[in-house]
């Protein structure tokens, strides 16, 4: 199958608060697992990425973990802050093309 | 210009009309997708087009819709006799890579079909 799904749908946080937002995958050959946000009215954009030969990259506030085995990874988001509220999509390339998951809402409250 | 580029911005047409969405990727972009979002979901995917290669057309919803990508640079997405279901915002998105690196969004075509 070539699903990508990602959960929780919406998301409400505190601002301070951690956030985390979990895709599941379905073909163990995909090697590459991108994290786009996408603000109210604008584009999606890349935020972060990880490739199949680590566990977990970080990018100040934000990090992505991976489980091969397990087939998912997860989006890690510290502190958040106000202008983190967004929707998020992540994404693997079943059968070479790039699939996104639903997205999730999230909301920073100040 | 620097960026991908998509037209016509916002699209109004009666159901049974055929419509054609242009975009212009990133110079020397290999890797080419059409997706759709309707209000308040995600990113579906519709088509990728990757070099030279047979395009993987597997997303396209019916036979309406087709794509093509004309010299390995501009595409053009047509959906022939619209319906209002059909309405939703088309994204493009172009990368330099095959299916491992960052894509790069065009602003989107908004496809309101009445």
């Known amino acids: 199958g070539e699903n990508v799904e990602q959960h929780p749908s919406t998301l409400s946080v505190q601002e301070g608060d951690s956030a985390v937002i979990k895709c599941t995958y379905s073909?163990?050959?995909?090697?590459?697992f991108p994290w786009y946000k996408q603000e109210l009215g604008k584009r999606p954009q890349l935020i972060i990425d990880i490739r199949s030969n680590v566990g977990e990259k970080k990018d100040q506030r934000i990090a992505v973990t991976l489980n091969k085995t397990a087939k998912h990874f997860s989006l890690h988001i510290t502190e958040t802050q106000p202008e983190d509220s967004a929707v998020y999509f992540c994404a693997a390339p079943p059968g070479g093309k790039l699939i996104f998951g639903q997205g999730t809402t999230l909301q920073v409250k100040p | 210009g620097a960026g991908v580029s998509q037209s016509p911005s916002n699209k109004v047409t009666e159901k049974g009309k055929d419509v054609e969405l242009r975009c212009d990727p990133i110079?020397?972009?290999?890797?080419l997708y059409w997706y759709r979002q309707s209000l308040g979901q995600g990113l579906e995917f519709l088509i990728y087009?990757?070099?030279?290669?047979?395009?993987?057309k597997s997303g396209l919803p019916s036979d309406r819709f087709s794509a093509e990508r004309t010299g390995g640079s501009v595409s053009t997405l047509t959906i022939q006799r619209t319906q209002q279901e059909d309405s939703a915002v088309y994204l493009c998105?172009?990368?330099?890579?095959?299916?491992?690196?960052?894509?790069?969004f065009g602003e989107g075509s908004r496809l309101t079909v009445l």
């Open positions: 110079s020397g972009h290999t890797a």
């Open positions: 998105a172009s990368g330099g890579l095959a299916d491992t690196g960052e894509l790069f």
């Open positions: 087009f990757q070099g030279n290669s047979a395009p993987d």
């Open positions: 073909d163990s050959a995909s090697n590459y």
